[in-house]
């Protein structure tokens, strides 16, 4: 009785009527591409929501490698930059990036996500919102390079315009064929998988434009050349978000296959042992110049490899992977330690992780490339990494010098000594603490806790810095 319920019920159904029909080689064929489809979309929105985690691991690093007045600050300007980035990528962004173009420069077509009919192929929906999460980390660098200091709301428009006009046009260059555009760059054969120098340099040299703009947080450098460290007020906290971000990058690197297919698994291997290798190296580096092995170093010696390896983690062996990743390494700690010398305050050091390791990535996916390399492979690299800097850092520099002309780009004195989070949004991240001085010294993205301890710095602000 059971067994003629449900014959009837597969023949009410017509269920039946597609069981009794035999298979052929083109009904197995088309069967087999849904599946591919199907895994295909699957596969791409997992590794949208890893890299939209990294949201919070940029938040954790950058709070935990800045005072804790400042806290509430930061969190909103993460916040902010996947909101108002999601917006603007959705309006101008996706279409300036992978609109259909003519001349290899930018987009025409798709804004507004224009590009979508509810009865037209969905893939423009999967494709948006893995993309979209890659605008809004490159936007997200800056945050880290300009913390302590920035007015929020000239925060909110250089998101909005690193999201909407920055990034993609560059993008386009790279990687405007993904969709239906054209890239000059691409078209010359330029390497960069999932992003060293089209996500990470783009927010590495703005966030530079944007410290130098900016200037330094007072009581950073003394008026006697010296430099003084201020340091972080959570690092278990940034070592969480590093954390966050390396288990975000199995997402970024391997998801920019938008494929779920076997050849993910060289891609997470290698983005994992650039990593590893980065955090090593660095950690010896630090060892060597400052003494001790310093922690916030080698937190940004893991960032240092990921993002290295981002440009060629699917043209390089295993092997490469820890060797670029090891070059990235000690690259932060020479980059980091540089840029304090010429007086570029960066208190994650973002511009070092990102932008000159993204270059140096970039770089290496030619000379490491699996499938040979050559003179014209490594010039175009070459090419792209110089095409990156002087269209970002040029249009950041005259967006920065613009906000800073009308809204105002930075604080009062009063205010920064304060904190941005009472100042900027009436609030404290820590209520039940009392601040008792406000200008606490210390890290600034890694010069070093044992470095700092060793020189006896005071923990206030010299009166000449605020005046």
């Known amino acids: 009785m059971r067994w003629i319920f449900w014959t009837a019920i597969l023949m009410m159904t017509g269920v039946a009527d597609v069981l009794a029909e035999p298979p052929t080689a083109e009904s197995?064929?088309?069967?087999?591409?849904?599946?591919?489809?199907?895994?295909?979309?699957?596969?791409?929105?997992i590794a949208a929501a890893l890299v939209f985690f990294m949201q919070a691991g940029f938040s954790m690093v950058e709070a935990g490698f800045t005072r804790s007045k400042n806290a509430i600050n930061i969190m909103m300007k993460n916040l902010m930059d996947f909101s108002m980035g999601s917006i603007a990528?959705?309006?101008i962004g996706f279409g300036l990036m992978f609109g259909a173009s003519g001349t290899g420069w930018f987009g025409t077509s798709g804004f507004f996500l224009s590009d979508?009919?509810?009865?037209?192929?969905?893939?423009v929906l999967a494709f948006w919102m893995f993309q979209v999460v890659f605008a809004a980390t490159a936007a997200t660098i800056v945050s880290g390079a300009m913390?302590?200091?920035t007015k929020f709301v000239g925060y909110l428009l250089y998101s909005a315009v690193v999201s909407g006009l920055i990034y993609p046009?560059?993008?386009?260059?790279?990687?405007?064929?993904l969709f239906k555009g054209s890239g000059w760059l691409e078209g010359l054969g330029f390497i960069d998988f999932a992003g060293s120098t089209v996500v990470h340099s783009v927010g590495g040299w703005a966030a530079l434009a944007g410290a130098i703009v900016l200037g330094p947080r007072l009581g950073k450098y003394g008026r006697d050349g010296a430099i003084r460290p201020i340091l972080g007020h959570n690092m278990p906290l940034a070592a969480l978000g590093v954390f966050i971000l390396w288990l975000g990058w199995f997402g970024f690197n391997p998801g920019s296959t938008t494929t779920?297919?076997?050849?993910?698994?060289?891609?997470?291997?290698?983005?994992?042992l650039a990593a590893a290798a980065g955090a090593i190296l660095a950690m010896a580096t630090s060892w060597i110049k400052f003494g001790k092995p310093e922690v916030g170093m080698s937190l940004n010696g893991a960032l240092a490899g990921l993002v290295a390896i981002t440009?060629?983690?699917?043209?390089?062996?295993?092997?490469?992977?820890?060797?670029?990743?090891?070059?990235?390494?000690?690259?932060?700690?020479m980059a980091v330690l540089f840029?304090?010398?010429?007086?570029?305050?960066?208190p994650v050091g973002a511009i070092s992780v990102h932008g000159v390791c993204g270059a140096w990535g970039t770089l290496a996916a030619g000379i490491f490339n699996m499938g040979g390399t050559s003179l014209e492979i490594i010039g175009v690299q070459a090419l792209g990494i110089a095409a990156c800097f002087v269209w970002t850092f040029t249009t950041a520099f005259i967006m920065f010098k613009g906000i800073a002309a009308t809204v105002g780009l930075r604080v009062s004195p009063e205010e920064e000594l304060e904190g941005l989070d009472f100042s900027e949004h009436g609030g404290k991240a820590y209520p039940d603490f009392e601040i008792l001085s406000h200008g606490g010294i210390g890290f600034s993205g890694g010069t070093g806790s044992s470095a700092t301890e060793k020189s006896g710095v005071s923990s206030l602000v010299p009166s000449e810095e605020i005046s």
């Open 147 to 149: 913390a302590e200091r």
């Open 311 to 333: 440009a060629g983690c699917a043209n390089v062996s295993p092997n490469s992977a820890i060797i670029i990743g090891a070059f990235a390494g000690v690259i932060v700690v």
């Open 89 to 91: 990528f959705w309006a």
């Open 169 to 177: 046009i560059f993008g386009s260059w790279a990687w405007g064929g």
């Open 260 to 272: 779920a297919d076997k050849s993910i698994a060289m891609i997470f291997v290698n983005t994992n």
């Open 28 to 45: 197995n064929l088309t069967a087999i591409e849904l599946v591919q489809t199907h895994a295909n979309f699957l596969w791409t929105l």
């Open 116 to 123: 979508f009919s509810p009865d037209g192929d969905p893939w």
């Open 339 to 346: 840029f304090d010398r010429i007086k570029i305050d960066d």
